[in-house]
């Protein structure tokens, strides 16, 4: 064995500079062969190549031969390698899971690419890519987001196209008699010593399902149908209790968590003094913070079952995917 | 007059026949029924369903800290489905 490593050691010095010129390789060292996706203990030269090719589309110049010396080869189709790039930076094409912001926003997280009226469009939350309804249709949208440093117009990356306008709660009210009662109110609770105060607010509770938004990209190639740390879509699914799941965001990256109440109806912080209620989202243990607002929560199989928008320390919310999909008419 | 009597007492046994055949309530109603009541009360965040330490389904509510006066104020249980307090602190837009 010691001897193997040892030929194979010095044949990889001798062809790795050669092997690298070929078509697709992107690397090479000793390592065991697999046969049909088993390991054996066979020690090989491993080719790793972005895309395995069909020996008949390959000129013999470009093909890892069977043998090297007697040593066997084995191709290793390990996909394009990159030097690993923070979600906060600028990426093109952008894929899921890195940050993005409307213009006047912080930082959030760019879901992923979805279909609306056969257009490719990035989906992300309302508050994300909307400034939480402060916005207008066409409004530019940066990747980075401007707290990474996103600016105009070097990194314009898509237009904002369509939001779903969330309501608040309270809002302070504006009804010049409930003051007047309040400040009465208020008079003589001073004057019999409390510290208790009254205040006016306009109570409207209107039930949320989703804080969500999508832009459409200045150029398609700018965009990737890919998620960071996730790979490609394969479809969508409800999302139930106990499903495991999964996200790529912009502040904590890859995380896993579990489906842990559905049916969930919550008050959600926006700011410092405004409130939603949102209903029927999904809660998940503690999988996110601020920033990854917007990215796509999956199960296992890869299957788009929500978008995460808000959290605690031991929560995170998730609108469920139907609902997204619905409200803003589009598909994957 | 005497023929609407003669009806209703005709309908009532039918329809109380077929209320005692309709199913209890889901847990889903029973949640929706009590949702805005609990998540007016100060420190109520969320109220959703989920699942006990049995694996039995419950109606959690959260809460945004610690407060016992306002635990003391939730009950137990809602309809036969039990109801579990959580502390999953505030809740904000991230």
Redesign the interface.
């Known amino acids: 064995m010691e001897q193997d490593l040892t030929a194979a050691r010095n044949l990889l010095r001798k062809t790795r500079d050669e092997m690298l010129t070929r078509a697709n390789v992107v690397a090479v060292g000793a390592g065991y062969k697999f046969t049909g996706g088993e390991k054996t203990s066979t020690l090989s030269i491993v080719c790793s190549v972005t895309k395995k090719i069909p020996a008949s589309e390959l000129s013999s110049r470009d093909m890892v031969p069977e043998t090297l010396d007697n040593i066997p080869t084995d191709v290793f189709e390990s996909g394009r390698l990159r030097a690993l790039q923070s979600p906060t930076e600028r990426f093109r094409p952008a894929p899921g899971g890195v940050s993005i912001g409307h213009h006047e926003i912080t930082a959030g997280t760019l879901g992923c690419l979805v279909k609306k009226n056969g257009e490719m469009v990035i989906l992300s939350n309302n508050h994300v890519l909307a400034n939480s309804n402060d916005a207008q249709v066409g409004d530019p949208i940066l990747q980075p987001g401007p707290y990474d440093g996103g600016r105009f117009p070097n990194d314009h990356i898509a237009d904002l196209t369509q939001f779903v306008p969330i309501t608040f709660t309270e809002s302070p009210s504006d009804c010049p008699t409930a003051r007047t009662v309040a400040d009465l109110l208020n008079t003589i609770s001073n004057i019999l010593g409390s510290d208790a105060r009254l205040q006016v607010i306009r109570e409207q509770v209107t039930d949320n399902l989703v804080d969500a938004a999508i832009a459409r990209p200045i150029r398609v190639e700018d965009v990737s149908n890919e998620i960071l740390e996730i790979g490609t879509i394969g479809g969508t699914t409800q999302g139930e209790l106990g499903m495991a799941v999964k996200k790529s965001g912009r502040t904590t990256g890859f995380t896993t968590g579990e489906i842990l109440q559905v049916d969930v109806s919550a008050n959600v912080q926006y700011g410092q003094n405004q409130i939603a209620r949102f209903t029927d989202q999904l809660m998940a243990g503690p999988m996110s913070q601020g920033g990854d607002s917007g990215s796509a929560v999956l199960d296992e199989n890869n299957q788009l079952v929500g978008l995460l928008f808000a959290g605690s320390d031991q929560s995170t919310i998730i609108n469920r995917i139907e609902n997204v999909f619905s409200t803003l008419g589009v598909t994957v | 007059m005497k023929y609407w009597l003669l009806l209703l007492c005709l309908l009532l046994p039918i329809v109380s026949f077929c209320k005692g055949e309709t199913m209890s309530p889901s847990i ?1 109603e029973i ?1 929706k029924r009590h ?2 009541r609990l ?1 007016t009360l100060p420190s ?8 006990d330490k049995d694996g039995n389904p419950a109606i ?1 509510v ?1 809460l ?1 800290g610690s407060h016992p006066e306002i635990e003391a104020q939730l009950p137990g249980s809602l309809e036969n489905y039990p109801v579990l307090v ?9």
């Not at chain 2, 109520?44 to 699942?51: A, D, E, L």
């Not at chain 2, 959580?86 to 991230?94: F, L, S």
């Open positions: 889903q949640k949702e805005n998540l109520v965040v969320s109220v959703g369903i989920g699942r959690i959260g945004d959580e502390v999953v602190g505030p809740i904000k837009a991230q």
